[in-house]
């Protein structure tokens, strides 16, 4: 008669759930350098100067001497008594302009044509991204190069002879010049972006678009634009933040004098300058600030509100 053996149970799983692993010693240590030491630095760096300023901003010091409260006079001074304050606030606004509807366009279709795999597009790609790579200053530099009156090589090409074109030293000229070199570079940073993102677009769409009979301008303007809504957020932002902190360039060719006044100069003059103007430079680095966080909030508000209506 055969020996039937009784089956083992298996062995039943530990029950893990609701379980909390709790943190020892050395993982609470790590977790607060690795934390505590980015937002120190944030704190100490970008929010302490920037209270810092919004304080000394109502008051009149020069660095050395005692600080005295004047209130809001900084601010009147500034707005009617200041010649250089609103020429650069136009230059701030027609850099912002000539980026927003000019240089980031043009990155939008150079992404474009590369993206559909013409010949030589990783030279065009390399060369086209390669000004991003280059400071404002050295592009400051090489615009000096290009646009100088005597030795420029604009002038040497269009043969100015006797009597060249003073492209940096002509206030009616020289801003244009300068947007120009800034469009070089922030063209190619707008391209690498842009091009990130038709690189993540499905092409299930495209191909479901051709079967409905859509053109291939329409296929871009109505199911390829669409898709890249986070894409034109952060050129949005990106854009914005590059007209509004532009100094290196402008102070590089004339220290953003004779025409290429910028908001950004004009808080380097007062802070540490001659005049050692302290609380009149905070006030216009508040300005600059409440300016550049108004079109950055703004814009950013309006895209989730687009988002969520859709």
């Known amino acids: 008669m055969p020996i039937v053996r009784e089956r ?10 609701g379980r909390r692993r709790r943190f020892t010693r050395r993982d609470a240590g790590v977790i607060g350098v690795l934390l505590g030491i980015p937002v120190l630095l ?5 929010w302490g100067p920037t209270l810092a ?43 912002l302009a000539f980026l927003g509807l000019v240089s980031t366009p043009f990155g939008l279709l150079l992404a474009v044509l590369v993206d559909r795999g013409v010949r030589f597009s990783r030279f065009y790609q390399s060369a086209l991204y390669m000004p ?3 400071s404002l200053a050295v592009v400051g530099f090489i615009a000096q190069l290009v646009f100088s009156r005597d030795q420029g090589a604009l002038n040497a090409v269009l043969g100015g002879g006797s009597n060249p074109t003073d492209w940096l030293g002509d206030p009616d000229l020289n801003i244009w010049m300068i947007l120009l070199a800034a469009a070089w570079r922030h063209t190619g940073y707008v391209m ?23 053109s291939e301008r329409q296929t871009f303007f109505r199911v390829v634009l669409p898709t890249l809504r986070p894409v034109n957020i952060i050129v ?3 854009t914005v933040i590059e ?19 910028l908001l950004s100069v004009l808080v380097t003059d007062n802070i540490i300058g001659e005049a050692s103007r302290i609380g009149f430079g905070s006030a216009i680095a508040v300005v600059l600030l409440l300016v550049s966080m108004g ?15 859709r």
């Open 132 to 134: 991003v790579v280059l």
């Open 8 to 17: 083992e149970a298996p062995p039943v799983p530990t029950r893990t759930v």
């Open 243 to 261: 007209a509004l902190r532009a100094f290196d360039i402008v102070y590089a060719v004339n220290k953003g004098r004779n025409g290429l006044e």
């Open 53 to 95: 300023s919004v304080v000394l901003s109502f008051t009149s010091w020069d660095g050395i001497g005692d600080i005295s409260w004047v209130g809001t006079d900084n601010y009147e001074n500034l707005f009617t008594n200041y010649p250089a304050f609103w020429p650069a606030v136009r230059h701030n606004v027609l850099w």
């Open 42 to 46: 944030d704190v100490f760096v970008v």
């Open 236 to 238: 949005g932002v990106i």
């Open 295 to 309: 079109f950055v909030v703004t814009f950013l508000v309006q895209e989730m509100r687009g988002e969520k209506n």
């Open 192 to 214: 690498i972006l842009y091009l990130a993102g038709l690189k993540a677009v499905d092409p299930a769409l495209k191909e479901a678009a051709a079967i409905d009979g859509a």
